[in-house]
């Protein structure tokens, strides 16, 4: 909540110098949230940096959802239980988790952070995942967290490690130690954005090594990522850093596909 000099503080440069959505590029008013109002928490957190219309378009990920990788069912009621693909698929960590669905704004906006490279927000999209590592995880429960790490040509590409960069800054803050340097990528994949299923996992197979076991040796990982797609990268991951001794690996992620 701001206060009242803050507030007035913001209003005036509201008016002098209104932000512009860093989604859809319009100019919007940027109005605090009153006590009164009942936004959902994902629209406050990104409130400074998106318009309210394409904050709307944010979906939340609720129960009932897949006790293991986090899918979302269609059916919005029941209890959370495990899903078909789940019980057919080998999961090498114990949970997923994610921020929201992979779509609307939220896909949007880790485009524009991602290829239209605009690390800026890194701060709103990061406070979502925080908010969504608190709300399933606890501090005490995670040794480690621990980046899906990039190919040296994309890194250098790039610029920057996505889903380092979406958490770096406040698991230091929290005293969650990180370290981006425990996986390596030494194979050059095909870009996974066009396969299948099964193509996924063939191509990720043996894509990522493991560079410190001693770092990891019972350990429990919390593996981070921008996007929870079929599961396939993130499960490989999890099978080397599992092979190497970790004692657990969950995996969290600031969005997450769900075919319709
Ligand atoms: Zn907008
Ligand atoms: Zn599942």
Known sequence: MLKPLQRLGRAFLNTV???TCFLCGTSHRFDPPNADQTLR?????????FCASCREEIHTIDSPLCIQCGLPFISREGEDHVCGDCIETKRYFRTARASGVYDGA????IHVFKYGKKTRLARPLGTLL??????????QS????VPVPLHIHRLRERGFNQALLLFAKWAESENISCDPLVL??????????????????KNIRGAFELLSPETIKGKRILLVDDVYTTGST???????????GAAVVDVLTLARAVEK
């Open 142 to 145: 995670i040794d480690l967290m």
């Open 130 to 139: 925080k908010e969504t590592f608190f709300r399933f995880w606890d501090k």
């Open 106 to 109: 939220l896909m949007e906006g």
């Open 184 to 201: 390596k990528r030494p194979q050059k994949t095909a870009p996974q954005t066009n396969l299948g299923r099964k193509e996924r996992k």
């Open 234 to 244: 993130v499960n490989e991951c999890a099978r080397v850093l599992m092979k190497g």
């Open 41 to 49: 928490a994902v629209e406050q957190l990104t409130a400074p940096y």
């Open 17 to 19: 110098f209104p932000p």
